[in-house]
């Protein structure tokens, strides 16, 4: 079974930075291509929003809120996606959940999570 393994995560002051990683082990070199990554964050007592995505040819799709703050890449020699943030704001609290989803059949595959707090 597929499984995501995320790290990173903590306690950041306003207007630091942080970087989130993910990786998907067990994947061949084409098959982590084959898959859409992507980043939601949640917080208590609201539904779990999408923060961003990066696909295997390397589209890259941001949610309105974190658009020239967050930036998200991908390494597939080592079937890795990070989540860069920058200039975060106590809105950015949450905890982020990294995304994989299968382009050709939409099987998703959800991570652990992370917390991020932003506060001084």
């Known amino acids: 079974q597929v499984q995501i393994e995320e790290s990173g995560g903590g306690l950041v002051q306003p207007g630091g930075s942080m970087r989130l990683s993910c990786v998907v082990p067990?994947?061949?070199?084409?098959?982590?291509?084959?898959?859409?990554m992507g980043w939601y964050r949640q917080t208590p007592g609201k539904e779990r929003e999408f923060v961003a995505s990066v696909t295997g040819g390397g589209k890259t799709n941001y949610a309105n809120s974190v658009k020239g703050r967050i930036s998200i890449s991908r390494n597939d020699n080592i079937n890795t996606v990070f989540l860069q943030m920058d200039r975060l704001q106590s809105d950015d609290t949450a905890v982020y959940y990294c995304?994989?989803?299968?382009?050709?059949?939409?099987?998703?595959?959800w991570g652990q999570g992370s917390q991020v707090t932003v506060s001084s």
């Open positions: 067990g994947l061949t070199f084409i098959n982590f291509r084959n898959y859409i």
């Open positions: 995304n994989a989803k299968q382009r050709y059949d939409g099987t998703q595959i």
